[in-house]
């Protein structure tokens, strides 16, 4: 019984949560800026958006390059929502769930037509799409004004940045539950399959439009719900946030953390968002150059790629393996003696 | 409705017919194939065995021809999650023609297919590989899977069971748990094997099971076949290159050649046979 508990993975999402979310607390105990947690938030974000795409990425193999702008359309329907129409939280964060799944679902239907490089192409122009229509259409968005927004009250009771931080927090425990259940079972190994070989995929009984339109619904909504909480943690949102750049940094975030990997991608999101902005912009010299974050995520996926295609994630095993070689050598030589 | 079928057959192709551009593939095949029995389809390089298996799988739909197939209802019944009536007595069958069906809904009347340059996951586990073979037949809904509830739980437990089951009917259950990729091209063979029993299947296809493999492996290759045919009592259409296998292991053998059918018979009927020795030799000055 307690050897299940310690292997159930479900509990150690709600341990890494419980974890996360003493970080104010503890942190400002141990004198952590506010900076940092703004940081750690949008992390957490950028992990709740990349496990979505490492779904369509990792799982499916498919290709989005369209994240940045369906994470806009999240933050703004949410500010829209809270805002502009005093729906409430529950009601905004709905909204940023919903539309982008409506949205997914047409990207759903667009690849099955075409593939890889021009699946790539078409989800950038719908991204360009979105994007100008954030800048244009200012009665939804302020344009490049940009759109003030404030804490969420839930519950009526008023948040303030350390309560949304753990809203970030339980947000991803969810997402990672959810995600978790989703890989684990027929779903999974129906999108493992339709990544192999569609053909094979359709011989065993997968229906690939049902799939496709699954994997994108998935990601866009959990991109649509990175927006909001984004939205919620910084209180404004300005068209250049939900530029490729941002799609960009997402792809690296699944890539440098390891494509099918769940705590991987956190692990990415750490690497690829938090290192840059908590240690190197502090280093001497190289941490005044503009751009730093753009050149460390880029030579971290050149290196990612040619030496370990299963990021991070890849390096764990190849430590765990070699733990379980030097223990069975151990007990090899315990045995000789 | 049976009429299409005769007694005691599985599956039966009538004047299939199928042209890409200029070029006829197919040109009026017809065969039939009995329960439980095991089938050779051959022919030259360029036959049209592929395109049979294709057209027959649905990955291609003939211009002309009816591909007659006797299921279970029973069956499509529990893909659709409907309830059974009450019928008793003997189990009864109907017969569809899967022409014009989708090609992802074939393996649910319990024909199922092996690749030729065999399509497995190198990413998963041998026995989630074997699961995929059990596709079709999860009845909890995708809510159900996600939120994990027991339902999901249940079956994902049982058919993983029957998944281990399998790979050990095809000797692989010491690797079950190994990744499928790096492992040699026999055990990926057989894993391919192992994967199309969880379908519960009537008729098996392989295509060209024996590619790539050497004497011994070919020799072994048709032990299994036999073994599948008689503990999971299903058809197994073979189409093959390998002449010693064919000959070896079929009952019965129906040979095409140019898209052209030529003969059908036992296989010393067919190695007797003046077409299929001129397809296969030339033509005798």
Known sequence: MALRIV???????????????????????????????????????????ALGLNLLLGYSGLISLGTAGFMGLGAYLAAYFQDDLKLGFWLAVLAALVIPILIGLVVGVISLRIRSIYLAIATLCISEILLKTFEQLEWFTRGTAGKQSRYPTIFGAQLDRNAVFIVIVIALVIVMMLTYNMVHGQMGRALHAMRSSEVAAQAMGVNILKYKLFAFSVATMYAGLGGALYLFFLRSSYPTTWSL???????????????????????????????PELFLKKLPVIGGIAGLPYIFSGVLIILVIMFFPNGLKGLADIARNLVVRLRARTAAKEVAA | MTGALKDGEILSVEHLSISFGGLKALDDVSFSIREKEIFGLIGPNGAGKTTVFNCVTQFYTPDAGAVWFRYDPERLRHHRRTASPDSAGAPQTEVIDLVGKKTHTIIRYGLVRTFQNVEVIPELSLIDNVLIGAHVDFRATMVEQILRLPRAREEEKAYRDKALKALEFMGLGPLSDQLAGGQPYGVLKKLEMARTLMAEPTLIILDEPAAGLNDNETE????????????????????????RLVMNVCERICAISFGKFLALGTPAQIQQDKLVQEAYLGEQE
């Open chain 1, 7 to 49: 292997k159930n993975p479900h509990l150690h999402f709600i341990l890494f949560g419980v974890i996360l979310a003493l970080l104010p607390t503890v942190g400002r105990g141990m004198g952590m800026k506010t900076s940092t947690l703004q940081t750690l938030g949008f992390m957490l974000i950028y992990a709740i958006v």
């Open chain 2, 220 to 243: 072994d290759l048709a032990a299994t076949i036999r073994r599948v045919r008689d503990e999971y009592q299903c058809a197994i259409l073979l189409v093959e290159h390998d002449m």
């Open chain 1, 245 to 275: 750049f941002m799609s960009l940094t997402m792809i690296a975030v699944v890539v440098v953390g390891g494509l099918r990997s769940i705590y991987g991608t956190v692990l990415g999101a750490f690497v690829i968002y938090a290192v």
